[in-house]
C-alpha cells in the first residue's frame, strides 16, 4: 500500500469553480490509493457538492472560509485581501506541514505571490521556474521557464535544467531526463551571450541527473528526442501560446473539415478511432497541471479554464510530484 499524502487544494479557484473542483476530486480519488484532500472554501457550496459526488468523508477535511481570491485582482491586492482567503490558507498548509502539495486553478499571481510570501526557495536557487508537460511524438516531455522570469542568468537556466530534470524523474521514474536549450538555431555559436554562455557551463560540467544535449529549435521540440526543455520565462510563454493556437486551429478546422460536407462525416466515421486518438494527443486537459519550480513545496496551478478532467489531471501531477519526491531530487541535485 502506498504512503498516505495530503493535497491542499484551494476550491474557489477558476471557471465553474466550485463545481469541477469537487468532480475532479471525485475522478482522482476513484483512481489513486491513500491521498487525503484538504479543501480550502465555502461550506454552503462545498457541502452539497461533496454530497452529490458521494465523497467519502474519511479522505477529505472541509475548511470554510468565506473570503476568496477574485480573478481580476492583482497579485498585490490578492495578498492584501488577508490571510483568510481560500488560496492562502491552502498555501499556508504547506508551510504548517499538515499538506505535501497545493494546486488551485485561480489566479496565477496571486497563487505565485502567495506562494513566495509563505515559501521557502531551495538553497542555492535564486528564481522559481513555471514549467509544464508537452506532448510530443514519442513520450511528454517537460519544458520551462513558462513565464515566470523574464530574463535569465546563466545560473537560473542551469538551476532550471536541473529543476526540469528532477521534474521529469518524479513523474517518470524510468526515464534518462535530455536537456537541451530552447534558441534560434542549432548551432553552437547562435544566440545571445546568456544562452552562449549557458551552453558553455552545461558542456563543460556534467551533472548526474541528465544528459546535454546542447540547442534544439521550436519547430523539434516535438519530436520527442529531447525531454526536457530550458528557456527564459519570455521565450518559454511565448511557444507555449504558440503552440496552444496552433493546436486550438488544427482541431477546429479538421472539425469544420469533417463535418461540413457529407463526405467529410462519412470519413470522421470510417476513420472514428483514428481522429479519437488524434484529439487525446492534443487534448490539453490531459496535460493540465503548471508547476512552480524553485520552492521548497511542490505548487501546482491548474488552468482556470479546464473543466474537472483537467483539475483531475493537475491532482495526479499533485499525487506524482510528491510520491517521486521531486523536492528532495532538487535538493540533491542543486550546484
Known sequence: MKNPITIAVDAMGGDNSPDKIVEGINIHSSQSENVNYKIFGKNELLKPLLKKYKINNNIYDLIHTDNTVQAEDTALSAAKRGKDTSLWLAIESLKNNTADAIVSAGNTGALFLISKLNLKMIENIDKPALSA??????????????????????????????????????????????????????????????????????????????????????????????????????????????????????????????????????SSLLNYNNLKKFKNKLDPRLYNGAILLGLDKPVIKSHGSTDSIGFANSLKVCEQTIRGKLIKQIKENII
Open 133 to 266: 508537460l508537452w506532448p510530443s511524438k514519442k513520450n511528454l516531455s517537460v519544458v520551462l521557464d513558462l513565464g515566470a522570469n523574464i530574463e535569465c542568468s546563466v545560473k537560473n537556466l542551469v538551476d532550471f535544467s536541473i529543476m526540469g530534470s528532477a521534474l521529469l524523474k518524479a513523474l517518470f521514474s524510468t526515464v534518462r531526463p535530455k536537456v537541451a536549450l530552447l534558441n534560434i538555431g542549432s548551432e553552437e555559436l547562435k544566440g545571445n551571450a546568456v544562452i552562449k554562455e549557458t551552453y558553455q557551463n552545461l558542456s563543460e560540467h556534467k551533472n548526474a541527473l541528465f544528459d546535454f544535449k546542447g540547442f534544439i529549435e521550436g519547430n523539434n521540440i516535438m519530436d520527442g528526442d529531447i525531454n526536457v526543455i530550458v528557456a527564459d520565462g519570455f521565450t518559454g510563454n511565448i511557444a507555449l501560446k504558440t503552440a496552444e493556437g496552433t493546436s486550438n486551429f488544427i482541431t477546429s478546422e479538421l472539425k469544420k473539415a469533417l463535418t461540413s460536407s457529407l463526405t467529410g462525416k462519412l
